[in-house]
C-alpha cells in the first residue's frame, strides 16, 4: 500500500495564527516526500520536500517551514498564518530512486480569515 | 515564461470524441513527464507517465512527448462525461495550471 494520509481534511485559520499539517504514509520505507500548494484556480506550488528523515529542501521562501522527524512522517508548520497561505495543501511520495510520479493523499483545505 | 505550460481552456468535447491537451515546458534537461487527472475538490491522480519521445498508449489514453519541441500532449479517445476533470501536466516536480475538460453526453 502506497496510501498517504493527511489531516485535517478542512481547516479555517484566523490570520496570525500557527499552523500544523502532519502527513503519514504507508508503504516502502525512505520514499521521498513532498508538500505542494494549490491556490483557487491555480497549478501546483512545491513548497519542500524530503529525501530522509531530518533533511529538507524548501522551494519557496516563506513563512512555512517542514520536517521530517521519522521516515514516514512529515509536517508543515508555521508560526503566523497570513491571507495568502490560503489554499489546497497537498501532500505526496515518490520512489526513493528514480522518477516515477505522485501519490498524492487527499489533501487538507486551509482558508485563513 | 513559465516553466510549464498548458492552455487553461476550459475544452468541451462530445461524448466519443477525442480530447486533446497540450503542454509545453522550458527545462531542456528534463527526463520526465506526467499527466495527472484532477476531479473538482479532490487531490490529483497519476494516469500517465513518459520518458522518451513518441507515443505511450494506456486504454483510451496516449501520451505523445517531443523532446526537440518541448512539447507534451495527451489524448483522450472515445471521451467519457467521467473524463470531465482538469487535466495536469507535471515535467519533474513542477506542474502546469492544468487544462479543465468538460465532456458533454
Known amino acids: 500500500s502506497q496510501t498517504i494520509h493527511q489531516w485535517p481534511a478542512t481547516l479555517v485559520q484566523p490570520v496570525g495564527s500557527p499552523l500544523s499539517l502532519e502527513c503519514t504514509v504507508e508503504?516502502?520505507?525512505?520514499?521521498?516526500l513532498y508538500w505542494y500548494r494549490q491556490a483557487a484556480g491555480r497549478g501546483l506550488q512545491l513548497l519542500f520536500y524530503s529525501v530522509g528523515i531530518g533533511q529538507i529542501s524548501s522551494e519557496v521562501p516563506q513563512n512555512l517551514s517542514a520536517s521530517r522527524p521519522q521516515d514516514r512522517q512529515f509536517i508543515l508548520s508555521s508560526k503566523k498564518l497570513l491571507l495568502s497561505d490560503s489554499g489546497f495543501y497537498l501532500c505526496a511520495r515518490s520512489k526513493h530512486t528514480g522518477n516515477y510520479g505522485y501519490t498524492f493523499g487527499s489533501g487538507t483545505r486551509l482558508t485563513v480569515v | 515564461q513559465k516553466e510549464v505550460e498548458q492552455n487553461s481552456g476550459p475544452l468541451s468535447v462530445p461524448e466519443g470524441a477525442i480530447a486533446s491537451l497540450n503542454c509545453t515546458y522550458s527545462?531542456?534537461?528534463?527526463?520526465?513527464f506526467f499527466w495527472y487527472r484532477q476531479y473538482s475538490g479532490k487531490s490529483p491522480e497519476l494516469i500517465m507517465s513518459i520518458y522518451s519521445n513518441g507515443d505511450k498508449e494506456d486504454g483510451r489514453f496516449t501520451a505523445q512527448l517531443n523532446k526537440a519541441s518541448q512539447y507534451v500532449s495527451l489524448l483522450i479517445r472515445d471521451s467519457q462525461p467521467s473524463d470531465s476533470a482538469t487535466y495536469l501536466c507535471a515535467v519533474r516536480t513542477r506542474f502546469g495550471a492544468g487544462t479543465r475538460l468538460t465532456v458533454k453526453p
Open positions: 527545462d531542456r534537461v528534463s527526463q520526465s
Open positions: 508503504g516502502t520505507s525512505n520514499p521521498n
